[in-house]
């Protein structure tokens, strides 16, 4: 509360613009949010001298070296991790959002029993995380034979994703007017064909936002790789890095360069996506 | 394909139905919600040398009571709340103070503060695990030289290596990584005040402090119980952090050990112990109800209370 007390105009203090104390504030914690992030990819970037000397310098003809990335490189199948991860998050995505949609409509469209308590079940996933099933879902995929198979992290993950994907867009097809449809069954046009040509078109912004939401998770998660597909062949990224720092732990350069390739590319793909998702969460799209 | 006979020739079987929710509808019951009761029933069984026999709440009982196991697990449930604590405390007012500067009226740069305070968020938490750990290490000595520079320097200590202080130092890494989240949402909320009412205090004569606290405060209250539950519901089933810096073991002496790495051991097994499926099967169903609880209490009490505050 104290904090918020600099909102109050003090007659006492010196009066120093309010703007410029709301940047201090900001900037101040812009830093704060940041300077970790930077620290690790500065130093990645240079000899394991100038790491401990001066490791808040930026790297220069001196220090400057790339040792640290041929190293990861030697040692681990870094190109092979992220592909993992890319081929698992760009399946399961693309498969959230097209059996989400087809969920989401078929939900919101038609009136039949069992309707309600669908809606139920899909609703309860949002809350109710997915790994508290972890046990079952080993030996589910020991029967199956699909342990140490992406195709059993696409699973899951497609499971994981559809419950707040079909929230989402069940919300969004609420808002389509009914006229629309009407009309295109009038017609006598088949539902498929509403779907497909009429209303998976007019998704498409409220999909953009599902996507983001249900990349990040799926990205980022070590649980289910750890569990279900820990091999060589099969690992991803964030489990590539963790079970390379666990192994590296001492050599600094192999560690900050591991670090480092695992963020950047996320970050570039952040900014260039940060607008759609930041107009995402601030639609009140997730409520 | 044919139609069922059994139904009236005017309504012949939706086909679209199935082919619209059938896809979606099997993946999510098949992986989520048969594997979720399967765990709750799997936790009522005892399996001993793949024979397994109905044991009723016997595992519950050997949890919260057996000299071995619960001490780990209340041990794991207090340090939960520990963690799920620091985060309320800390981590919901800095994003409230946060959504609150970046809502001020012809702030310049606001996107691009949002947007770069956001950005840990983004990251895997195991990253930030490593990164956290690298920065707070004596080794390398970036947090002691920093604190030093600010006169600070007696009070660098090696936060995550002591039993006394780990916890919390986990705990504020992640406050740290996830504060873009209640920074977002609540700031979404306040662009969402329509700005009469704001106008209305004003022209009555409030300040800003008293418009924040009488008029903006109490529609936000909403946004910041969803902010809390989904907390909650993050927090009790947080893993990767502690497995990140401090493996499965959750060292110091299981001193940040959480919900999540005990059901990891308990069903994996450590050191000595063997891993087992119906003891795993049972923390997971306490996680469960704890979380289901949590969810309750807030769809059944915050959520109405505060209902009289929205538009």
Not at chain 1, 12 to 34: E, N, W
Not at chain 2, 128 to 134: K, N, R
Request: hydrophobic share 55%.
């Amino acid at each position: 509360m104290k904090l918020l007390n600099r909102f109050i105009p003090s007659s006492g203090m010196r009066q120093v613009p309010k703007s410029v104390t709301v940047h201090a504030v900001l900037l101040a914690y812009t830093v704060i949010a940041l300077f970790p992030i930077i620290v690790v990819v500065i130093n990645a970037f240079k000899e394991r001298r100038a790491i401990f000397r001066d490791p808040l310098d930026l790297p220069d003809s001196d220090s400057f070296t790339l040792v640290g990335f041929q190293q990861v490189l030697l040692r681990s199948d870094f190109g092979l991790y992220s592909w993992n991860s890319l081929v698992v998050t760009i399946l399961a995505v693309g498969l959230v959002l097209l059996l989400g949609a087809m969920a989401a409509w078929a939900l919101t469209e038609y009136k039949f029993k069992g309707n309600l308590l669908i809606t139920f079940l899909f609703a309860m996933g949002i809350m109710i995380p997915i790994r508290l099933g972890t046990v079952s879902i080993l030996s589910l995929m020991v029967n199956l034979d699909l342990v140490n198979t992406l195709t059993a992290l696409v699973l899951v993950y497609i499971a994981q994703g559809l419950p707040l994907a079909v929230y989402i867009l069940s919300e969004f097809v609420r808002t389509i007017p009914k006229e629309l449809t009407e009309a295109a069954r009038c017609d006598s046009v088949s539902e498929y064909k509403i779907f497909f040509c009429v209303i998976l078109p007019l998704l498409k912004p409220a999909m953009a936002t599902v996507a983001v939401f249900t990349m990040i998770p799926i990205w980022n998660d070590l649980w289910f790789p750890l569990i279900l597909a820990p091999g060589e062949e099969t690992r991803t990224i964030t489990l590539g890095v963790q079970q390379f720092v666990g192994q590296y732990v001492t050599d600094w350069n192999s560690v900050l360069s591991a670090l480092t390739l695992a963020i950047v590319p996320v970050l570039i793909l952040y900014t260039i996506f940060s607008r759609q998702l930041i107009r995402g969460l601030t639609s009140g799209a997730v409520k | 394909m044919t139609p069922s006979n059994q139904h009236d020739e005017k309504k012949p079987f939706p086909w679209h139905l199935v082919f619209f929710l059938g896809p979606g509808l099997l993946i999510y019951v098949v992986f989520s919600v048969y594997p979720l009761l399967d765990t709750l029933v799997l936790s009522l069984f005892n399996e001993q040398q793949g024979q397994s026999s109905f044991v009723g709440l016997q595992n519950f009982i050997t949890l919260v009571t057996d000299e071995t196991w619960s001490q780990a697990f209340w041990n794991a449930l207090g340090n939960n709340f520990k963690f799920f604590a620091i985060h309320m405390l800390v981590q919901n007012p800095i994003g409230l103070l946060l959504a609150v500067l970046l809502s001020s009226p012809k702030l310049r740069l606001s996107g691009t503060y949002r947007t770069l305070i956001f950005m840990p968020t983004m990251l895997s938490v195991v990253i930030i695990g490593f990164v956290w750990q690298l920065l707070l290490s004596p080794i390398w000595g970036i947090s002691e030289n920093f604190l030093y520079s600010i006169g600070l320097g007696q009070y660098f200590d090696a936060w995550l290596g002591k039993e006394s202080s780990a916890l919390i130092t986990l705990a504020f890494i992640s406050v740290w990584q996830f504060v873009g989240i209640p920074m977002m949402l609540i700031y979404a909320t306040l662009l969402n005040i329509p700005d009469d009412i704001v106008d209305a205090s004003v022209v009555d004569g409030a300040n800003s402090f008293q418009t924040f606290w009488h008029i903006k405060l109490p529609l936000i209250l909403p946004t910041i119980a969803m902010v809390s539950i989904l907390t909650f519901v993050a927090n009790f089933n947080a893993f990767e952090l502690i497995y990140a810096v401090k493996g499965a073991l959750a060292g110091p002496d299981f001193s940040t050990d959480l919900m999540g790495t005990f059901f990891y051991r308990t069903f994996f097994g450590f050191q000595l112990q063997q891993g087992s499926a119906s003891m795993g099967a049972a923390v997971a169903t306490l996680m469960f109800l704890i979380i289901l609880v949590g969810v309750m209490l807030f769809l059944f009490f915050i959520q109405r209370r505060i209902q009289r505050f929205q538009f």
